[in-house]
T-cell receptor
Framework: GDSVTQTEGQVTVSESKSLIINCTYS????????LFWYVRYPGEGLQLLLK???AGQKGSSRGFEATYNKEATSFHLQKASVQESDSAVYYCALSEGDSNYQLIWGSGTKLIIKP | DMKVTQMPRYLIKRMGENVLLECGQDMSHETMYWYRQDPGLGLQLIYISYDVDSNSEGDIPKGYRVSRKKREHFSLILDSAKTNQTSVYFCASSLWGGRAEVFFGKGTRLTVV
């Protein structure tokens, strides 16, 4: 079946430094899944950060970027300069096509920002 | 205001008791979901509802049932709760389609003792 892997359970980055959170996927049923990053800020529900549905394209939001790399089956999340307000748990997810509603989730990466 | 509201936020139940988790959304979304999340794991889909009285099992439906009698309201029921159902439960909603943004509630932390 499909799967999403986030290898780091927790990442610590100093404020104003760059960030990368790794996400790789396996989509056995369809070669071109839809890819998402969701974020949970403390005390809040999960919310969509960005999505990309076309291989090779880049999505961006709130200073974060992720590129849909079909060859590497990756969708890493990057930010050039993190702020304390970015402290949250980030989840990578995929869905298949437009008719399958089920999202397959990674286990999440907690981002801690050091002042 | 686009919102998914879950009640209660925290709940402690004894093993064997029945549990009702309630969820509402104000966006008229056709599709609603119940997920659970355990430490170190991603969200696992329990049930999905495509509209009123149109519900389908997700990956882990055993021990759960759902009810959707109004589009804006989706309930999760645990008949005779078990200790291994201790978890955080999330309700969500979306428009039609696998590319649609999913909106989540803040979760209900259920402890079964």
């Amino acid at each position: 079946g499909d799967s999403v892997t986030q290898t780091e359970g927790q990442v610590t980055v100093s404020e104003s430094k760059s960030l990368i959170i790794n996400c790789t996927y396996s989509a056995t049923s369809i070669g071109y899944p839809n890819l998402f990053w969701y974020v949970r800020y403390p005390g809040e529900g999960l919310q969509l950060l960005l999505k990309v549905i076309t291989a090779g394209q880049k999505g961006s939001s709130r200073g974060f970027e992720a590129t849909y790399n079909k060859e590497a089956t990756s969708f890493h999340l990057q930010k050039a300069s993190v702020q304390e307000s970015d402290s949250a748990v980030y989840y990578c997810a995929l869905s298949e096509g437009d008719s399958n509603y089920q999202l397959i989730w990674g286990s999440g990466t907690k981002l801690i920002i050091k002042p | 205001d686009m919102k998914v509201t879950q009640m209660p936020r925290y709940l402690i139940k004894r093993m064997g008791e029945n549990v009702l988790l309630e969820c509402g959304q104000d966006m008229s979304h056709e599709t609603m979901y119940w997920y659970r999340q355990d430490p170190g794991l991603g969200l696992q889909l329990i049930y999905i509802s495509y509209d009123v009285d149109s519900n389908s099992e997700g990956d882990i439906p055993k021990g759960y049932r759902v009810s959707r009698k109004k589009r804006e309201h989706f309930s999760l029921i645990l008949d005779s709760a078990k200790t291994n159902q201790t978890s955080v439960y999330f309700c969500a909603s979306s428009l039609w389609g696998g590319r649609a943004e999913v909106f989540f509630g803040k979760g209900t932390r259920l402890t079964v003792v």
